[in-house]
């Protein structure tokens, strides 16, 4: 399938004008339009809940246009739970879904109200220990080890992952938990990443619901919710397919039916965590074209950088490049698209076909919505880009102001000679 800007070129020059790019730009009707057909596809479930990860866009903006659809938030640290508190949500609008967590972070979630899921056994004693009572909701994170595979094919590899309880501790903990005086548990479990199939969440559920069965059977636990977590993936190539939420589910529905309901289960609410499938299409990284460089392959530099999207340099991800304004045009160059940092993995595009890029084009680097802006460093001393909103509208908003020296400096306010320097 061919994929498409969801901005235009003359628009996105006005907005280069006064945005200086680089820039992420998200769009606000795609973001909403999913949104409601998530919220659709698990409404046969009464109590659902989409928690965005606010990993993946840590912006008040963006976590408040999820209000409208009753998500909550997935935090993972102090700063995304602030960040989840100023867009507004309290209590049980809270996941707590950390690990390696430090004490005071299980305080701040816990004063919120917050859903604490425990990603290990030992962190009963240790949040006891260092925060105090238990809530009277906890939930815990399972994971199954070995490989999680659909059809035969394996999706990932849990048991390489630093997640999660064993099946043993599971029982354990919630025999634990249900005698400190716990009254309410969930089961959580993030086994595969950016999964391009209908199949995970069904078949994740499957998993979760027959072992919420056996912990409610053996443990007498009130199981309360199952958490799905994140993993849905988006297809950044254009020959995969896009996801149907719909499908998926339908998928847990069928599952659900199969599993809890005859168990007596049946109200058990289902829950979500996800971020790219949430922002990731609905976000693009704009840049323009400022060098052209010949030597033993043709190169495209840009004024992004890896600072602004690392995926590409962190895990060769692929995202798609549009050269606005020549969508239609053949793809018959080859070209590296490169940013500046003095590391080679610093290539957004390696020997891709695109139109021939002249200096001043800007390009639509795809689907940045998720774990885009988000993953921004500041080696090289480059700075990260602001975010803008392309309101339903039409019209623009800079939810993010791009940082200046300044900013970066910040932290050197100790050395006096800066003092004065980096005014704006
Ligand atoms: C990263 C993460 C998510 C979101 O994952 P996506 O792949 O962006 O959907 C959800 N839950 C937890 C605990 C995570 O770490």
């Given at each position: 399938?061919?994929?498409?800007?969801?901005?235009?070129?003359?628009?996105?020059?006005?907005?280069?004008?006064?945005?200086?790019?680089?820039?992420?730009?998200?769009?606000?009707?795609?973001?909403?339009?999913?949104?409601?057909?998530?919220?659709?596809?698990?409404?046969?479930?009464?109590?659902?809940?989409?928690?965005?990860?606010?990993?993946?866009?840590?912006?008040?903006?963006?976590?408040?246009?999820?209000?409208?659809?009753?998500?909550?938030?997935?935090?993972?640290?102090?700063?995304?739970?602030?960040?989840?508190?100023?867009?507004?949500?309290?209590?049980?609008e809270?996941?707590?879904?950390?690990?390696?967590?430090?004490?005071?972070?299980?305080?701040?979630?816990s004063?919120?109200?917050?859903?604490?899921?425990?990603?290990?056994?030992?962190?009963?004693?240790?949040?006891?220990?260092?925060?105090?009572?238990?809530?009277?909701?906890?939930?815990?994170?399972?994971?199954?080890?070995?490989?999680?595979?659909?059809?035969?094919?394996?999706?990932?590899?849990?048991?390489?992952?630093?997640?999660?309880?064993t099946?043993?501790?599971?029982?354990?903990?919630?025999?634990?938990?249900?005698?400190?005086?716990?009254?309410?548990?969930?089961?959580?479990?993030?086994?595969?990443?950016?999964?391009?199939?209908?199949?995970?969440?069904?078949?994740?559920?499957?998993?979760?619901?027959?072992?919420?069965?056996?912990?409610?059977?053996?443990?007498?636990?009130?199981?309360?919710f199952?958490?799905?977590?994140?993993?849905?993936?988006?297809?950044?190539?254009?020959?995969?397919?896009?996801?149907?939420?719909?499908?998926?589910?339908?998928?847990?529905?069928?599952?659900?039916?199969?599993?809890?309901?005859?168990?007596?289960?049946?109200?058990?609410?289902?829950?979500?965590?996800?971020?790219?499938?949430?922002?990731?299409?609905?976000?693009?990284?704009?840049?323009?074209?400022?060098?052209?460089?010949?030597?033993?392959?043709?190169?495209?530099?840009v004024?992004?950088?890896?600072?602004?999207?690392?995926?590409?340099?962190?895990?060769?991800?692929?995202?798609?490049?549009?050269v606005?304004?020549?969508?239609?045009?053949?793809?018959?160059?080859?070209?590296?698209?490169?940013?500046?940092?003095?590391?080679?993995?610093?290539?957004?595009a390696?020997?891709?076909?695109?139109?021939?890029?002249d200096?001043?084009?800007?390009?639509?680097?795809?689907?940045?919505?998720?774990?885009?802006?988000?993953?921004?460093?500041?080696?090289?001393?480059?700075l990260?880009?602001?975010?803008?909103?392309?309101?339903?509208?039409?019209?623009?908003?800079?939810?993010?102001?791009?940082?200046?020296?300044?900013?970066?400096?910040?932290?050197?306010?100790?050395?006096?000679?800066?003092?004065?320097?980096f005014?704006?």
């Amino acid at each position: 399938m061919k994929k498409r800007a969801f901005i235009g070129k003359e628009r996105a020059e006005e907005l280069a004008k006064k945005y200086p790019t680089p820039f992420h730009l998200y769009d606000e009707k795609g973001i909403r339009d999913n949104a409601k057909k998530v919220v659709e596809a698990f409404s046969w479930n009464e109590g659902y809940r989409e928690f965005f990860a606010v990993k993946a866009t840590p912006n008040p903006f963006i976590l408040k246009l999820f209000k409208d659809y009753g998500c909550g938030c997935d935090c993972s640290s102090l700063a995304e739970l602030k960040l989840a508190e100023a867009a507004g949500y309290s209590g049980e609008e809270i996941m707590f879904s950390s690990n390696e967590t430090p004490a005071e972070e299980y305080a701040y979630a816990s004063k919120l109200g917050a859903v604490i899921n425990f990603d290990d056994i030992t962190h009963i004693e240790y949040f006891e220990k260092n925060v105090g009572a238990l809530p009277k909701t906890i939930s815990c994170r399972f994971n199954p080890g070995g490989y999680f595979s659909i059809a035969n094919s394996i999706m990932d590899n849990p048991g390489e992952s630093k997640y999660g309880m064993t099946k043993e501790q599971i029982f354990e903990a919630f025999g634990i938990l249900k005698e400190k005086g716990v009254e309410k548990f969930g089961i959580h479990a993030f086994l595969a990443s950016n999964t391009v199939t209908d199949e995970y969440y069904p078949e994740l559920a499957g998993q979760l619901f027959k072992l919420a069965v056996e912990l409610k059977e053996k443990t007498g636990a009130h199981i309360a919710f199952i958490n799905l977590s994140g993993g849905v993936g988006i297809p950044y190539k254009p020959d995969q397919k896009e996801n149907d939420i719909i499908k998926i589910g339908e998928g847990v529905k069928k599952r659900f039916e199969e599993i809890l309901v005859p168990a007596g289960m049946g109200n058990v609410r289902i829950y979500t965590e996800m971020g790219r499938f949430m922002m990731g299409p609905y976000g693009a990284l704009l840049t323009r074209a400022i060098h052209k460089k010949h030597i033993y392959r043709e190169y495209i530099g840009v004024d992004a950088c890896a600072s602004n999207l690392m995926r590409p340099a962190m895990y060769g991800a692929y995202h798609h490049i549009t050269v606005l304004g020549k969508e239609d045009a053949p793809c018959d160059s080859v070209y590296d698209v490169v940013g500046s940092l003095c590391e080679n993995n610093d290539k957004f595009a390696i020997e891709r076909n695109l139109p021939q890029i002249d200096t001043g084009d800007l390009l639509y680097i795809h689907d940045t919505g998720a774990h885009g802006h988000a993953m921004g460093y500041n080696y090289n001393g480059r700075l990260r880009s602001a975010e803008v909103l392309l309101r339903e509208d039409g019209s623009d908003m800079l939810i993010r102001r791009a940082e200046t020296l300044k900013d970066y400096f910040a932290t050197l306010d100790c050395f006096d000679e800066f003092k004065g320097l980096f005014e704006d």
